[in-house]
């Protein structure tokens, strides 16, 4: 089956760092991704959808200058968090669907620690 | 904006046991999907349910889904401790040019002791 790959599976910074997570899908080509985040013990909230070529669309409330999103190729789209913060510690997954099919593929997920 | 409501939101039983999670919305999906998500790791598929009244079953799982396609529930015959994980229900909406995204109910985590 598909996979998505993402990198780096965990990362500490310090804060007012910045910091990049990237997502490859490895044998499909994704025109669209989708970054969500994930506190402990709760659900997946759906961040921003990264688009192949154009802007990246956020969800209510997500701040789009501190997530930054690039699609720059078919198979990679990277989230940066910009100056981060200790509140921005979370798990970051991304996912790509799988094309004509309602079901997506996720990556591996980020644990970003900011302390 | 959560649509899916799921319960119960923790489940801590005896291996043997037998359990239902059930997976509730006000809207209508073009199909509702269920994943099992492991400690540090991203979600994985269990099972799409596209059908109402559709019944899966996945070897000691059985997925169904609800006639008018608003809610689902999950049963697990004979829990083990390997069925152990966050298992969180998805329901699959048009989003622009963009196909499918998910909304993700609250998930349940399951712990199965042996």
């Known amino acids: 089956g598909a996979v998505v790959s993402q990198h780096p599976s965990r990362v500490i910074c310090k804060s007012g760092t910045s910091v990049k997570i990237e997502c490859r899908s490895l044998d499909f080509q994704a025109t669209t991704m989708f970054w969500y985040r994930q506190f402990p013990k709760q659900s997946l909230m759906l961040m921003a959808t990264?688009?192949?070529?154009?802007?990246?669309?956020?969800e209510q409330g997500v701040e789009k200058d501190k997530f930054l999103i690039n699609h720059a190729s078919l198979t990679l789209s990277t989230l940066t968090v910009t100056s981060a913060h200790p509140e921005d510690s979370s798990f970051y997954i991304c996912?790509?669907?799988?094309?004509?099919?309602?079901?997506?593929?996720f990556g591996q997920g980020t644990r970003l620690t900011v302390v | 904006t959560q649509l899916l409501e799921q319960s119960p939101q923790f489940l801590s039983i005896q291996e043997g046991e037998n359990l239902t999670v059930y997976c509730n919305s006000s809207s209508v999906f073009s199909s509702l999907q269920w994943y099992r998500q492991e400690p540090g790791e991203g979600p994985v598929l269990l099972v799409t349910?596209?059908?109402?009244?559709e019944v899966k079953k996945l070897k000691r799982l059985t997925f169904q889904f609800g006639d008018a396609r608003k809610d689902s529930s999950l049963h697990i015959t004979a829990a083990q401790p390997g069925d152990t994980g966050l298992y969180l229900c998805a329901g699959a909406r048009v989003h622009s040019n963009s196909g499918y995204a998910l909304n993700f109910g609250k998930g349940t985590s399951l712990l199965v002791t042996p």
């Open positions: 349910v596209v059908t109402g009244g």
């Open positions: 996912s790509a669907p799988d094309r004509g099919r309602t079901e997506a593929f």
């Open positions: 990264s688009n192949e070529g154009s802007k990246a669309t956020y």
